[in-house]
């Protein structure tokens, strides 16, 4: 069974960081997509970064490129998110998700993922 349980999130201000972290177990596909996804009250979901086996390079959207980067962890099985100079739109619950194809990290989480976490709350104020 998989579970994907994510930690890190908390309140800061505007410019500072936070770190999240997302802990896998039972996961064990080769052709895995891994990633960050976020959606605040009345958005919609918003694809934050992401990578899938094969690929190179991690993808981000332009919205976070160049402050947040996503990091694999394989010994732990755990995928970080390291959150820096963090604005109020960053605001939202940001879910870790997984699937075991690449096509949904292709399609940016849009049609939906096999795995979620539970979620955890991001706040940034101003």
């Known amino acids: 069974q998989v579970q994907l349980v994510e930690s890190g999130g908390g309140s800061v201000q505007a410019g500072g960081s936070l770190r999240l972290s997302c802990a896998a177990s039972g996961f064990t596909s080769r052709n895995y997509c891994m990633g960050w996804f976020r959606q605040a009250p009345g958005k919609e979901r918003e694809a934050v970064a992401s990578?899938?086996?094969?690929?190179?390079?991690?993808w981000y959207a332009g919205s976070v490129k160049g402050r947040f980067t996503m990091s694999l962890d394989n010994a732990k099985n755990t995928l970080h998110l390291q959150m820096n100079d963090l604005k109020p739109e960053d605001t939202g619950m940001y879910y870790c998700?997984?699937?075991?194809?690449?096509?949904?990290?292709?399609?940016?989480?849009?049609?939906?993922?096999?795995?979620r976490g539970q979620g955890t709350q991001v706040t940034v104020s101003s």
């Open positions: 990578k899938y086996a094969g690929s190179i390079n991690t």
């Open positions: 998700a997984a699937d075991v194809t690449a096509l949904t990290c292709l399609n940016r989480f849009s049609d939906g993922y096999t795995y």
